[in-house]
């Protein structure tokens, strides 16, 4: 068992301890090396977490589901995420993002097709905002959904699609109308993958191999009106809520796998010996312990406070998950490659796990946000215009 977070509450220990044994029992170093061997996604683990209703969290109690806090969806990530980054993230990508957006934006037919399947764990939804041209800078959106009788035509190319060749339906930014302000025009399709004139390809990628990464072409893609989630040019509203949330939750995946990466060195540097001692007692490799240590505290304090915000609904919340996210994922990355220090020639080597964090570890400082992104966030909230 890992040690929890000893200020969750009683519901959220149990929570974590439930998750720890459950996710100890099925992911072990040899399931997660076949996953990066055969770039599969974990459909036993995830099958299993659903079948112990742990999918449930990620739906409204409206829609049948749990309709867990940010606080409690904190807690469900940073646990998974300290067995297993890949597990997490699908957890977030193809359960949780979609399910936030439909159940707060979507019509009651529109809720009823898709939800069930989440609280299910049989259903998966992805979504589909950057371009080739548009990463970072999301309201530079140009693929287009003109009229067409009752629906729409839809043109061009998303890439970077997470989950995009093994969900049920994408949750796709388009651009309806051209506005002069970029924000404005832009709206949502639910847009199955297997419609007619949609192209899914994979990108091979160096790390978090488990969970596909894709481009998705629509070529002339015919879209019914029903198919529209929230208004009309209303898609830019519609995603900040759930950007916001994302960095959040993502901050919470990378404490799990800080937590992982500090477990993992500190019982190799308690065996390992050099200089007839364990290395753990050098002075230099117990620096970098910690470091690690006060990292996992940081990053833990900074994911409470935003997801506290968060369930709040307080102003300074979108500030306060981008530092979240700016501190955990920067602090992951320098424990990663401190942690292949501590295993020298073995960190190198795919014999140890460390090597599969520095591999995924990188993602997590891109995905949901830039840290450069999150850097503006953060100086608008102080007022100033980066």
Request: aromatic share 6%; proline share 3%; glycine share 10%.
């Amino acid at each position: 068992m890992r040690p929890a977070d000893p200020l969750l509450t009683s519901d959220q220990a149990a929570m974590s301890e439930s998750l720890d044994a459950l996710c100890s029992k099925l992911i072990s170093d040899d399931y997660l090396r076949c996953l990066d061997e055969e770039v599969r996604y974990p459909y036993e683990v995830m099958d299993a977490l659903a079948a112990g209703g742990w999918a449930e969290l990620c739906v409204p109690e409206a829609d049948g589901g749990q309709g867990a806090s940010a606080q409690d969806l904190c807690v469900l990530l940073e646990t998974v995420a300290s067995h297993s980054l890949a597990v997490a993230q699908s957890i977030y990508s193809l359960w949780i993002m979609g399910a936030e957006a439909l159940a707060r934006l979507g019509t009651d037919a529109q809720r009823a097709r898709w939800l069930p399947g989440i609280v299910a764990g049989t259903g998966r939804i992805a979504l589909a905002i950057t371009e080739p041209g548009s990463g970072s800078d999301a309201a530079g959106l140009r693929m287009t959904a003109v009229p067409d009788g009752d629906g729409f035509l839809v043109t061009g190319q998303k890439v970077f699609i997470t989950g995009a060749a093994i969900c049920d339906v994408i949750v796709t930014a388009v651009r309806t109308s051209a506005e002069q302000q970029r924000q404005k025009g832009i709206s949502l399709l639910l847009i199955e993958p297997g419609t007619a004139g949609v192209t899914v390809r994979k990108i091979p990628k160096m790390g978090l191999k488990a969970l596909d990464l894709c481009e998705v072409f629509f070529d002339g893609v015919s879209v019914p009106d029903s198919a529209l989630l929230g208004g009309r040019g209303a898609g830019w509203a519609g995603l900040q809520p759930g950007l916001a949330k994302e960095r959040l939750l993502l901050a919470a995946i990378a404490t799990g796998a800080l937590q992982d990466v500090l477990a993992r060195c500190t019982e190799y540097a308690g065996v390992r010996t050099a200089f007839g001692r364990p290395i753990a007692t050098h002075q230099l490799i117990t620096d970098k312990l910690v470091r690690m240590r006060v990292a996992l505290e940081t990053a833990r304090a900074l994911v409470r406070r935003a997801a506290e915000l968060t369930d709040l609904g307080h102003p300074s919340a979108a500030a306060a998950a981008s530092m979240a996210k700016l501190t955990a994922t920067t602090d992951y990355i320098s424990a990663c490659r401190e942690g292949v220090q501590v295993f020298g020639g073995y960190g190198f080597t795919d014999e140890y796990q460390i090597s599969r964090h520095y591999r995924d570890c990188k993602y997590l400082e891109i995905g949901g946000g830039t840290s450069e992104v999150q850097k503006i966030v953060i100086a608008r909230s102080m007022g100033i215009r980066a």
